[in-house]
């Protein structure tokens, strides 16, 4: 069983940057946040192998996020910066269990955070 906590939501200014964190208990092969809107499917952001640490990130969001991980406290990161209105959402941390993390269809990601809050306004 893994559970998974997210932090560092909140509102920011478009342009500004804000740091999310997820720490994780059990084993895991992936690491990966995800966001939501009201009335859209959970899309993939960021994707980390927990080992390797291999990266991959949605177009939408390429250059501007960068995903991390602190083995040794066990930890995963989202670095934001530029943010833009369209980047508001709620932002999910999640975990696959399965060494296999080419995959960014939500159904596929084992465990879930609750979830924190982004607000980027214009």
């Known amino acids: 069983q893994v559970q998974l906590q997210e932090s560092g939501g909140g509102s920011v200014q478009a342009g500004g940057s804000l740091r999310l964190s997820c720490t994780s208990s059990?084993?895991?092969?992936?690491m990966a946040w995800f966001r939501q809107v009201p009335g859209k499917e959970r899309e993939g952001v960021a994707r980390?192998?927990?080992?390797?640490?291999?990266?991959y990130y949605a177009d939408s969001v390429k250059g501007r996020f960068t995903i991390s991980q602190d083995n040794a406290k066990n930890t995963l990161y989202l670095q934001m910066n530029s943010l833009q209105p369209e980047d508001t959402a709620m932002y999910y941390c999640?975990?696959?269990?399965?060494?296999?993390?080419?995959?960014?269809?939500?159904?596929?990601?084992?465990?879930w955070g609750q979830g924190t809050q982004v607000t980027v306004s214009s």
């Open positions: 999640a975990a696959r269990v399965v060494p296999a993390c080419a995959v960014f269809s939500a159904r596929l990601w084992n465990y």
């Open positions: 059990g084993r895991t092969s992936c």
């Open positions: 980390i192998t927990t080992g390797g640490g291999q990266t």
